[in-house]
């Protein structure tokens, strides 16, 4: 159907589609969604069948299509079975706008569209709003878009609205507001296949997406993700508890290709700012075969942080303006590889912020960091002893390279010259970075 239909077309048309270019299989239909007197004023939109995509849905069969004509729908909906959700695009207007007035809770979770226990499911070219939400508080989880046991394709979207009323209700590493999530409960054998392409995420509370896997706890068959191409938007340590703008939790995750930008520390003081601090892509226990590549990550406490993974490989991202911790930051990492990362503006010198960081004594070994470039930094690479750094390019940095396995005190002494009160009495890298 519309994957297909990408192959042939390209991305740009899909972002453009006219209702003549919605296509379906033979045995499938399309029904038609339209709101009298809206925008557009084709005559196949003035007078389609059904005035909301609820209708639409309840009537639909699996592998049918819902062309949504430009509009505003007030309306939370629950997909079941296959189906595929697009916004089609009427003499020039192109905005299919669902955005509920209020949000109910459907297994816990206050979600503007749930897709649960099905795939197949295609959400594409629609702007989903859930800030009209009352949310406030862990409970009920808010998302914009939620796949539960579920597999399906989230392509061209704009996604935002998931703040919590109150952030200070529920805030930490878990936290609530996504724009993006996708979970199991174990029912189901799966595997899940979600992918999340070209699409605009923003004004989320906590994680622009968020992916739960089995590694997290959850008894239940591999999540695998697809995330590329995306813009996506938050404000970091502003937003008043930790932010992520992709973080895979015991999934398996292709993340290529997009723009993720947080916010700095601005007035927050150094132990303010790690305690809220925003991590561009946070993997966490994931599985092996896991890449972060092609990434441009900006504005950021850090760029791409790690715990507890092997066989991953962050190739030939871009990381800037880092502030409170590093562009890459490694705990408890095996067998993976840190190649081609162009790392610049991780500041200040003070306070110890490096393109790579190593923490010692976290069962760090066999991986391999090369090739990339840090201008600008406390250090270019910080490694341990049981990993190999092969070469790299490192300008503006006080140090080229140094063993944290020998430092176990603290990074090792200052820029000759800089008065002690300068420096932080202790660097982050001390701290316990409890992922």
Not at 139 to 158: C, K, M, R, W
Not at 256 to 270: D, P
Not at 325 to 353: K, R
């Amino acid at each position: 159907m519309l994957k297909t239909l990408a192959k042939h077309t390209g991305l740009a048309g899909l972002a453009l589609l006219s209702f003549g270019m919605v296509c379906a299989s033979s045995q499938a239909k399309t029904l038609t969604v339209g709101q009298p007197n809206a925008s557009g004023g084709e005559a196949t939109c003035a007078h389609a069948l059904y005035t909301t995509i609820g209708a639409a849905v309840a009537a639909a069969s699996a592998g049918d299509v819902i062309a949504i004509c430009p509009a505003l729908y007030p309306e939370q909906l629950v997909i079941s079975m296959p189906l595929t959700l697009v916004g089609v695009s009427i003499n020039g207007v192109n905005r299919a706008l669902i955005q509920p007035t209020s949000l109910s809770a459907v297994n816990g979770y206050a979600s503007v569209i749930t897709v649960m226990n099905t795939s197949g499911v295609v959400i594409q070219n629609l702007a989903i709003d859930a800030s009209l939400n009352t949310v406030s508080g862990c409970s009920p989880t808010l998302t914009s878009i939620h796949f539960f046991n579920a597999s399906g394709e989230v392509v061209t979207d704009a996604i935002s609205g998931a703040q919590l009323q109150d952030v200070s209700t529920c805030s930490g590493l878990f936290g609530n507001g996504f724009g993006v999530r996708i979970d199991n409960d174990g029912s189901l054998p799966g595997p899940f296949d979600v992918s999340i392409a070209h699409s605009s995420i923003h004004d989320y509370t906590q994680d622009g997406i968020y992916v739960l896997g089995p590694g997290s706890g959850v008894s239940a068959a591999v999540v695998n993700v697809n995330i590329a191409g995306n813009s996506i938007s938050g404000i970091g340590p502003a937003s008043g508890t930790l932010q992520f703008g992709v973080f895979l939790n015991g999934a398996v995750g292709q993340i290529t290709g997009n723009r993720i930008s947080e916010g700095t520390c601005g007035a927050l003081t150094l132990s303010d700012c790690f305690s809220l601090r925003s991590e561009g892509v946070t993997l966490r226990s994931v599985g092996a075969g896991t890449v972060v590549d092609g990434n441009i990550i900006s504005n950021v406490q850090s760029g791409v942080f790690m715990n507890g993974v092997t066989g991953t490989k962050i190739t030939n991202n871009v990381i800037s303006n880092i502030e409170g911790l590093d562009g890459v930051d490694m705990e408890g990492v095996t067998d993976s590889t840190i190649q081609g990362n162009t790392i610049f503006g991780a500041l200040p010198v003070s306070n110890y912020s490096c393109g790579i960081w190593e923490n010692t004594g976290t069962g760090i070994s066999g991986n391999t960091i090369e090739n990339n470039t840090v201008n600008d930094a406390y250090c270019g690479v910080a490694y341990v002893t049981a990993d190999h750094v092969v070469s790299g390019s490192y300008f503006n940095t006080l140090y080229t390279t140094f063993n944290t396995d020998l430092n176990p005190d603290g990074p090792p002494p200052v820029e000759p010259g800089m008065p002690p009160s300068v420096m932080v009495s202790q660097s982050p890298h001390q701290r316990a970075m409890a992922h």
